[in-house]
């Protein structure tokens, strides 16, 4: 019995120890596939963790940097390769833009060219909308305007700016030049300049003309040349006149892009040599973009810490306007984490913040460069290869939403109406707020593609419910960050109005899907062999050729 029972004990203590070794295998072999997983999310997101790198180093730079009082050559150098990574990515946004509205539109047939615009501008339409009120809003509760802000940030500085000296002209010149700008009389121009409204002395009218003939590029982009106008003499009688300034139309281009591509697509098989050679552009330009992203930590720390170094007195200035600050803040987080993500889910019926997420990258570029279209080439990267939005409404609605999705500057513009009115010590009725709101949306929709645009448009506001434009001198101190906040909301808003345009057109994306394969098939048919003079067949593409092998029978010489 003994010797049973030492035998069963040995037994059980030998169970026990390959036990322990086998759990212990277990856990290395856990721990390893724990360390894949990890390696994994580092490897998928390394372009991301890079990016986030560059923007806290440049912060750090900044802040570091600041009490030193370094010399102008210095900062200039600073900033130096942000300037060369800010020309790059705005190399590639005019044949970026060309190639994915020509290739996308002509994809698809002109009925559901159609559909797709009027869902896109309905969006971006009512997402302006919802964050003009929004804005409106949180200004009434919270209130950021104080009176007494206006003598303690308004430095002689900011006195000596051309806003005050200023009056806006109204909002219908402001629409006016949209429309010039959407139908540009000359193409090759609308790559160079775009349409604006002036005004002028009227004895000087015929030499302001004149000089706009000739000079249509010499001169330099000011705020007094943006829908603005000196006034100081108040006996001078003035009238409008439209010129050019520097800059790309880019809505004349998207629009001619638009109609270009849908027509190209209704041809056949004639347009489909030049579909190719536009897809072909985007492709190139796509790998070019794999190529500058590497370059993204160095060129986003060197914008941002050049303009935290360039801005004068920066503390206490955003003591001053901290709640202005923070109210525009507020916004864009609700807009950004409770209306976005409602949209998205209501829609689509997944999960919102995995696309968010998807997209952290363009959003940090966009936030480092002031810029959508700076963005843009990233945002395309990002929503067709790790976001799987169909292409073809990528290539459409984003360089779209670039020119006049600007949700961001719908919020800024109602925020900041109302921060000057509460800061003047005004009373908005409700036809006040109403029309804050309604401008607010139409402004932001009217947009110029110049830098801090929302300053300019938001003269048109304050015009519309008298509130005094001189005080919008103030924002001129604080707008290098909030138009980095806003501009955050504007990316956004073209990835998600592209993420529902698609969900809505899945139907008809499939139905395309169908009529392109019988199309291809039908490409490569008979059918598609024309005959020429001597009867015989040849394909209608160029460079193509048809064998024609005749076989004969043996004849015998018996």
Known sequence: MCLVHEMAQSQQSFLKQEAGHLSREDKL??????????????????????????????????????????????????????????????????????????????????KLNGKIALRTFVYFLTTSLLN?????????IIHPGNPTTDDAVQTDLLRDTPLSKTKTVSLMDSVLDLGRNIFPDNIFQAALQQAHTVYVPKETVGLAANSTELSQTSAPITSSSVNLVDW??????????????SGTNSLGIVFFCLVFGTL??????????VVQFFSAIFDVIMKMVTGVMWLTPIGISSVIAGKILSVDDIGFVMTQLAWFIFTIALGVFLYQWIILQAIYFVFIRKNPFRFYLGLVQPILTGFATASTAAALPLTFRCMNERLKIDSRITRFVLPIGCNINMDGTALFISVASIFIAQMSNMTLNVGQVVTVVLTSTAASMSSASIPSAALVLLLIALSAIDAPINNATLLFAIDWFVDRIRTTNNLLGDCYAAAVVEHLSRNELKISDIDAYYKDDDITSDDQC????NGKRKLSFPNSVILNVEVSTPVSNT
């Open 264 to 273: 190209l697509g209704t041809i056949g098989r004639k347009g489909y040599v």
């Open 530 to 533: 024309e005959q020429d003079a």
């Open 232 to 245: 100081s003499e108040s006996n001078v009688e003035w009238t409008r006149i439209v010129e050019y300034r």
């Open 132 to 140: 003009a009120i929004l804005g409106t809003s949180l200004a009434l």
């Open 29 to 110: 072999l856990k721990m390893g596939d724990h360390r894949s997983n990890w390696r994994r999310v580092l490897g998928d997101n390394k372009l991301i963790l890079i990016t986030l790198s560059g923007v806290l180093l440049g912060v750090i730079i900044g802040f570091t940097f600041r009490p030193l009082g370094l010399s102008s050559d210095s900062l200039m150098l600073i900033a130096y390769p942000g300037e060369l990574f800010m020309r790059v990515l705005k190399l590639m946004i005019l044949p970026l833009v060309i190639a994915s509205l020509i290739s996308g539109s002509s994809s698809l047939n002109a």
